[in-house]
């Protein structure tokens, strides 16, 4: 479990990360989205105690990341940038890391094998693809077999499968008990894996919520209507006090579901061609929401004040 | 508090956990910098050449010189000869201190290095022991190395030195206690400016270029401020006779050069220990 509290982060006189407050549980894989810019690596260099927060705080399962004696035991991270030395080969990198946190050697072999990079192990890494360095990111995570694993943007630079294996592996951890926070700036990977969302925007949080309940709130939903009458039926609905908008050939009604259109239009006679709910994808519901916290701060940079 | 205790959905596997010490200490921390320190190929090529430089010029040195030192034009000692190559060495050790700092700012390794070992003092003191140890071991090795292949040409027209005349064994581990403390003076440095050019620059400028101008300085004032610059207090210990006679006694002067490591350290830790990684 990751707790922020009125977590901040300023640099400069710009807020990096301003007061924002979560909690990721375990057993599910959480979600951390936003788009660039918005704040998720300075929040998980923060739980990673590499950079201090301004005011706030972040603990990892009740303690600070900084006060735990052998941290990799505890949160396994992968970091957004590639944190390596370009000369050392993987197997070295991952020798270091096990040696500082008192982790056996055989560990070593065994995550190197977990992530399919035996075969590379004794390359630099400096000649390793943008998703090798992924993977031996990924075999760093896993080194201390943390309760809590953090993974800052995994499938960047990962081809299909690479993309497949990293969401499996995610809610594959998640369903043994652990706290598994992902962040991405891509909603559609998101919407295959976490089960729990926390949108950021500019440094707040924009929707703290279930991936359900996300969708509910946020992905704007309508009911397509097609009638060789389309005139009167937009008429009739409109009566209903509903929401009626013409697109070319189709009518978009909101405010009620499929069925009771269908109900309203039969009993008055009407001719329907199609009835259908159509949900937009959970991209334009990303799309929308930080598109608003985009123009507020449009406004606040205009002079009005926050 | 334990992570099962809100897992309310999935409990973690007790036996989840790899063996091993859940309590590291310092001396993991030690241990992770030395794997760090021997896994990239600077560090072999860094004190191979402090080795050849240092032992190969001074033999080198030593033998199209002794000649001329034996004949009665000459008005050098013998004694400033047997660590010759120590003046062009040093700079491999200034190289190595830099990098072993600042190649981990330059790759992003900094951040794993912290989140690995979040106690700062802890990593910088690993870096520091790993560092000046090894630079101790091979400045040491490579100064008795010229030593034995300088002198056989010293001997040869009589005018060979012993390892007990003054100063001789003293220099042997001076050379390695002055590169040692070169390569903790330039570390800081990596701390404190993060570039590997930039502090590499500000060091061998100090040291090379400042250090032998202040000698221009008019005055008593000007003449002590050469005598304490870091490269002029710290390299009198390295030989038995120094070619410069305005230094500080060796080992006075190592003890100004290791005060004025001791301080830029700890501006070095206090830095690192509040800075972002």
Redesign the interface.
């Known amino acids: 479990?990751i707790t922020a509290q009125r977590l901040t982060k300023i640099y400069g006189d710009k807020p990096a990360v301003d007061g924002i407050s979560f909690t990721v549980?375990?057993?599910?894989v959480t979600g951390f989205l936003g788009p660039n810019g918005a704040g998720k690596s300075t929040t998980m260099?923060m739980i990673?105690?590499?950079?201090?927060p301004t005011s706030g705080s972040v603990t990892v399962?009740?303690?600070r990341?900084?006060?735990?004696?052998?941290?990799?035991?505890e949160v396994g991270?992968l970091?957004e940038?590639?944190?390596?030395?370009?000369?050392?080969?993987a197997r070295?990198?991952l020798?270091?890391?096990a040696?500082?946190?008192?982790?056996?050697r055989v560990?070593v072999d065994e995550v190197l094998g977990l992530v399919g990079l035996e075969s590379v192990a004794d390359k630099r890494v400096g000649k390793f693809s943008l998703g090798m360095g992924q993977r031996l990111g990924i075999a760093?995570a896993l080194l201390?077999?943390p309760?809590?694993v953090v993974l800052d943007e995994p499938v960047n630079g990962l081809d299909p499968e690479g993309i497949r294996w990293v969401r499996t592996l995610a809610r594959q951890l998640a369903?043994?008990?652990?706290?598994v926070f992902v962040s991405s700036h891509l909603m559609s990977e998101m919407a295959l894996t976490a089960e729990h969302l926390v949108v950021v925007g500019r440094g707040r949080i924009l929707a703290d919520c279930s991936m359900s309940e996300f969708i509910a709130d946020h992905a704007a939903s309508y009911v397509r209507v097609a009638s060789p009458q389309r005139g009167e039926v937009a008429d009739l609905l409109r009566r209903q006090g509903l929401d009626v908008g013409v697109h070319e050939e189709e009518l978009r009604v909101q405010g009620l579901d499929a069925a009771a259109i269908g109900e309203l239009v039969g009993k008055s006679g009407l001719l329907l061609h199609e009835l259908t709910l159509v949900r937009s994808s959970l991209e334009d519901a990303f799309m929308t929401l930080t598109a608003d916290s985009v123009e507020y701060h449009a406004t606040t940079a205009a002079g009005i004040p926050a | 508090m334990t992570t099962t205790q809100f897992s309310r959905t999935v409990d973690l596997d007790p036996n989840r956990n790899v063996p091993g010490t859940p309590q590291p200490g310092f001396g993991h921390a030690l241990r992770a910098e030395w794997i760090k320190f021997w896994s990239v190929r600077s560090t072999f090529w860094s004190t191979a050449m402090l080795f050849v430089l240092g032992a190969g010029l001074t033999v080198l040195v030593c033998a199209t010189s002794a000649a001329w030192l034996a004949s009665e034009e000459a008005d050098e000692s013998p004694l400033s000869f047997v660590t010759w190559g120590l003046m062009l060495a040093q700079i491999t050790a200034i190289v190595l201190g830099t990098l072993v700092v600042t190649s981990e700012y330059g790759t992003g390794m900094i951040r794993a290095t912290l989140a690995a070992t979040p106690r700062r003092g802890s990593v910088l003191a690993a870096k520091a022991i790993v560092l000046s140890g090894t630079l101790f071991v091979v400045g040491t090795i490579t100064a008795f190395a010229g030593y034995f292949g300088g002198n056989f040409f010293l001997d040869r027209e009589g005018i060979g030195v012993s390892l007990g005349d003054e100063g001789v064994l003293r220099a042997m581990f001076g050379s390695g206690l002055y590169v040692a403390g070169l390569g903790l003076f330039a570390a800081a440095v990596g701390f404190l400016i993060r570039h590997t050019a930039a502090a590499l620059s500000v060091v061998l400028a100090l040291v090379f270029v400042v250090g032998n101008m202040a000698f221009l300085l008019p005055g008593t004032w000007g003449e002590w401020t050469a005598k304490l610059m870091p490269g002029n207090a710290g390299a009198g210990v390295a030989t038995p006779v120094s070619f410069n006679p305005d230094l500080l006694d060796p080992w006075a002067g190592f003890a100004v050069f290791a005060g004025e490591i001791a301080v830029l350290t700890v501006v070095a830790w206090a830095t690192f220990r509040r800075r972002d990684a």
């Open positions: 479990m549980e375990p057993g599910r260099r990673l105690g590499l950079d201090r399962n009740g303690r990341y900084a006060d735990y004696p052998a941290p990799l035991r991270a970091l940038a590639r944190a390596l030395h370009p000369g050392r080969s070295d990198h020798r270091w890391l040696a500082s946190n008192g982790v056996p560990r760093v201390g077999d309760p809590v369903g043994e008990g652990r706290t």
